[in-house]
Each structure stands twice: as C-alpha cells, then as structure tokens.
C-alpha cells in the first residue's frame, strides 16, 4: 500500500512540474475527504479546463489523540474556459489516527475512496477561488452519498 501512495505522489509532482503554466491554486477545504485540510490543485495541461490533479492535509487532535488525513485524487472541469465550472473526480484519503481514537497499540491506519462532483469559481488570472461540492465516501465502513464541503482559496 505504501508503494502505491508513493506512486501516486510521484505521478502528481512530475505532471505538476511538466505543467508550469497551467492554473494552480491553494485552498482551504472544510468538510470533503480532508475534513478540515489545506490542498494544492494543479492542472496537468496549459489549460483553465480539463484534467487535474489534487493533494492535501488535514485533520484534528484532542488531548494528544490525533487524526490525520491526506486527501489524493484527480479532478476534471468542465466548461469554457471562463471562470465557473463543473468539477468531477475521484481519489483515496489514507488516515493516520493515533492515541485514545485506536484500539490496541495506539496506532490505526486505513483509507477510505471519495468521488466529487460540484461547482468551482476559478478565475483565468490569479484571485479567489471558490468551491461546493457533493463527495460520496466509501471504505470498509459502507457508503455514504450525502457528503460534501465547501472550499475557499487563492489561483496563482
């Protein structure tokens, strides 16, 4: 599993350094599959439109227990290439939980898969962006299909 996350990073740095000129932006997203987490977007071409990519953290901690998330996955907008979109895509969100939230040895990791579909803001200069979405989650624990979250960030 560890072999796969790294492919998957590797994979998103080399589209992300091969698409310098493509819109990238920084957002802060609560609810979604981070939770409450900081993620970086890219586009893979020199596009506004198309196939992308995102990667983020987040997460909480009580009284040293803590949970982490990272949230991956690939995003496609659709629509001209203005300003508003609508966005579709899938990924996986590896969880890292420790202290009092675990079982047994104080240490639990598992992942859990999530699509998105929803509407984004992103302006074809630099400026505010705008995300809400609907994000089913599935994993070991069922399906949930009424999820979803907001995101607020900056296109650079």
Do not use: W
Not at 127 to 156: D, E, H, L
């Amino acid at each position: 599993m560890k072999k796969c996350y790294t492919l998957i990073l590797a994979i998103f740095v080399i589209n992300t350094v091969s698409a310098q000129k493509a819109a990238k932006s920084m957002y802060f997203e609560l609810g979604g599959p981070g939770l409450a987490s900081l993620n970086f977007d890219t586009r893979f071409g020199p596009r506004e439109n198309g196939l992308g990519g995102r990667i983020g953290f987040g997460g909480f901690s009580i009284d040293g227990s803590g949970v982490v998330f990272i949230p991956v996955g690939l995003n496609y907008l659709i629509g001209k290439e203005t300003k508003n979109y609508f966005e579709v895509g899938a990924g996986i969100t590896p969880i890292f939980v420790s202290g009092d939230f675990t079982d047994d040895d104080g240490t639990f990791t598992s992942t859990f898969g999530h699509l998105n579909f929803g509407y984004r803001y992103q302006p074809q200069t630099a400026g505010f962006t705008f995300r809400a979405f609907i994000t089913p989650i599935f994993g070991s624990f069922g399906f949930v299909p009424y999820y979803g979250g907001v995101s607020f960030g900056y296109k650079f």
